[in-house]
């Protein structure tokens, strides 16, 4: 009856025929998924309301601003406006030659041209005085004939130029290869969340972005 106590109290033994066993397993090689940027975009956020509404919301903002392409420590371009939108352009006094030079292209009006009293009243030029030239890179404004430019009354900021530039109010207006660019480099950005900041711009973007370059002659 003891020996029954003791055999209960110490648990049983479990007993395997085989001998002890060492296995070794060797790592293999990491098989990454290939960051195919399309397929990420449709996968990742086209089809989940909250991450599209936010993606989009980068790609309206990242559309609005200028672009600039650095070549190098070189600026390459400048002012390049996809969504159309208003711009205010202030200077302190007019260019010695009297030609303009707009800090946004593509150019699609000339709204107003103002001059500030030293009492900081505004007084519009009337457009019949100047002409817009809007197929330049950058966009120019010079007046026609003889005519000179009145003169600001204030120091500082007394030129204001109301300019509207834009390839138009929809995406569809804007050329597919920089829409395609700037999907590509949301893609990327989403893609690279959480990474250490810098890195390369994905690839094929300065390539969608090279029509538009602009160069000096």
Known sequence: ???KVRRFLAGETKRSATAPLIALHQ???PQWTPRNYAALAQEGFASNAIGYRCVRMIAEAAGSLPWLLYDGDAEARCGLVLIAQRWMCWRDAWPEDGVISLPVAPLRAVEEIGVHGEDDSRAVIDPAHYIVDATSRPPRVLLRGSR???RPGRALNGISIEVEAGFGAAAADVPQPLR???L???AHFYAQRGDEPGGALPLGFGALLEPYRRVRL
């Open 1 to 3: 009856m003891f020996e």
């Open 148 to 150: 000179l430019w009145p």
């Open 180 to 182: 395609q660019a700037v």
């Open 184 to 186: 590509l480099l949301v």
């Open 27 to 29: 790592a293999g090689r």
